[in-house]
Structure formats: structure tokens, C-alpha cells
């Protein structure tokens, strides 16, 4: 058995978010799981290496999603050939750039980025020699 940690982001729109990580960070879906009245409970997506998983929101589930309580407190840092690129992608799809991407005194180039669904991301890379 290995120990595997898989975050699960919850959301307000489970099929708009898919559609979003899978754009704006070409990720792809791996699977799909919603109810009889199309909620999505589980969905897996995977970006390289790297899987993550989404469902609804469900507020009498405890499930809350980060616009439901005033913003997140987890970082999601994504190590990427190009964090300028991506972050354009984002924002393009509705993202916000809250930090923007550059160079960094500790060698990454880095910025942090919120997507329309509330979770902040860091975007990482080498930096530009």
C-alpha cells in the first residue's frame, strides 16, 4: 500500500470548473461521477503527473466551496514549463492575477493566480536566465 494524497476541490459548478481546468491548464478528465439529478460528486482530472479531483458543492454536506465562505486558505502550487502562459490562459477564462508572474529572488518564477471558482494557485517555474 502507498500513502497517495489526492486534494478535492469543491466547487459552485462542477461541469464549468472541468471545463475550465481542462482549458485553462490542459488538463484532461479522467472521470466522472454524478447522482440522478446530475450532481457532480466526483470528478478526477489529471494534469501530467498530478491528479486532483472536484465535486459540487453541497452546502448540507459541510461541503463548502471557497466563494461560499469568503475565499480560500490552501495554496495549490503547479510547477510549469511556462507560469506566464498558463496565468494569461486563466485570466482569459476568467481568473484573477493576483500576483503577478516574475522572477523571484529565491529562483523561481512565480505568481499567484485566483480561479473563477475561488482557489488560488501558485504558478512556478524556472526562472528566466
Known amino acids: ?7 478535492k476541490l469543491l466547487v459552485s459548478d462542477a461541469d464549468a470548473a472541468i471545463d475550465f481546468y ?3 491548464l490542459g488538463a484532461s478528465l479522467t472521470e466522472r461521477v454524478a447522482d440522478d439529478q446530475g450532481l ?25 466551496d471557497p466563494l461560499s465562505v469568503g475565499g ?12 506566464a502562459a498558463t496565468a494569461d490562459r486563466m485570466a482569459q477564462l476568467g481568473s484573477e492575477i493576483v500576483i503577478p508572474i516574475e522572477d523571484r529572488p529565491y ?22 536566465s
Open 107 to 128: 529562483g523561481k518564477r512565480q505568481g499567484r493566480v485566483k480561479d473563477p471558482f475561488g482557489h488560488l494557485w501558485v504558478l512556478s517555474g524556472d526562472a528566466r
Open 22 to 24: 481542462t482549458k485553462a
Open 72 to 83: 480560500s486558505p490552501v495554496l495549490l502550487q503547479i510547477d510549469l514549463p511556462d507560469p
Open 40 to 64: 457532480v460528486m466526483h470528478a478526477e482530472i489529471s494534469l501530467g503527473a498530478a491528479t486532483f479531483a472536484l465535486a459540487q458543492s453541497v452546502e448540507e454536506w459541510g461541503w463548502c
Open 1 to 7: 500500500m502507498t500513502n497517495e494524497l489526492q486534494p
